[in-house]
């Protein structure tokens, strides 16, 4: 690692520039590549990976070869075959979120689908957190987030379920050195899991602590792990990456509800296309008192919530 910084030290001075972060590591592992290092940790090494286009510059031959590699790698790792969609964001549809905080009931049914639909490590546990509230108060900063689930609900409390608000001025996306997160047609900020540098700006920018990093390589139980994945969305990711809620991409692009949704043991979820004026979240939108969380920081979530 230090010699790599003094590397692109060298490059910047000799070039009497700042050195674009993948044109210094072209440079810098074609020279690793021709020194010594261990059978081990140079067969580990995936050079059609690391050098891969952003997913945007990707044509259909180009992800076709990279499909063939996280196959591969997944029959390797987990013995088992997998299926990678990409379904495109569908036109005149921008997704919006509802929930009724009155219908919740803390079950925590939404956050244990999540992590099975989405093949999340158990040590990030899931993208959603329940929060137990205090009645009259919204400050996220009074929640409970290890509350009993015992009883419930509780009197005097009420159940704040928060996760990424996809927001329409995502602080996020803006601080990405790298462009690997950004906001797509249909409302959903993704990220290209394979271009992300693991620096966590977008992790301290997120106001909502949406974005979760992988401090270790994930450990996704065979038995458990779901198949029908998506570049963008659902497919495990590697160590050193963000990661987030994306509304399902891989469910909600092909007509069907996230995970979350569906596992809602109360119909507190509401979700749908915010454009079409007969759908349930824009007749919520229209007739019932919604709000956001931290609406003062104009980060305009797509996440909204009311009490019915």
């Not at 919006?96 to 009931?105: H, R, V």
């Not at 509350?147 to 602080?171: I, S, V």
Request: with cysteine; proline share 5%.
């Amino acid at each position: 690692m230090e010699a790599g910084k003094r590397m692109e030290k060298v490059l910047e001075k000799s070039l009497n520039q700042k050195v674009k972060r993948r044109s210094f590591l072209k440079v810098f592992a074609a020279a690793a590549a021709t020194s010594v290092v261990p059978v081990k940790e140079a067969t580990a090494f995936s050079f059609s990976k690391y050098f891969q286009k952003h997913y945007k510059e990707m044509t259909e031959a180009d992800k076709k070869k990279v499909f063939a590699r996280i196959t591969k790698e997944a029959k390797e790792k987990y013995n088992t075959s997998i299926n990678i969609s990409d379904p495109q964001a569908i036109p005149g549809v921008k997704y919006a979120y509802c929930l009724n905080l009155k219908a919740c009931n803390g079950s925590r049914m939404c956050v244990t689908a999540c992590a099975e639909e989405n093949n999340i490590d158990p040590d990030i546990g899931s993208y959603i957190k329940v929060l137990e509230m205090p009645i009259g108060t919204s400050n996220t900063e009074r929640g409970d987030l290890f509350y009993d689930e015992h009883n419930l609900p509780k009197d005097g409390k009420y159940y704040l379920p928060t996760q990424c608000n996809q927001c329409d001025n995502a602080p996020c996306t803006k601080v990405c050195p790298v462009e690997a997160t950004w906001k797509e047609k249909d409302g959903l900020v993704v990220i290209d899991y394979d271009w992300c540098i693991g620096c966590r700006y977008c992790q301290a920018a997120c106001p909502y602590e949406a974005r979760h990093f992988n401090f270790k390589e994930p450990k996704i139980d065979k038995s458990k792990l779901n198949t029908q994945q998506s570049y963008l969305s659902n497919r495990v990711r590697s160590k050193g990456v963000m990661e987030k809620c994306t509304f399902c991409l891989h469910r909600s692009r092909e007509g069907q509800y996230p995970a979350c949704l569906e596992a809602c043991p109360t119909g507190a979820r509401k979700f749908g296309n915010i454009l079409d004026p007969k759908s349930e979240v824009a007749q919520i939108f229209k007739h019932k008192r919604v709000f956001v969380l931290k609406e003062e920081l104009n980060t305009m979530p797509q996440f909204f919530y009311y009490f019915d």
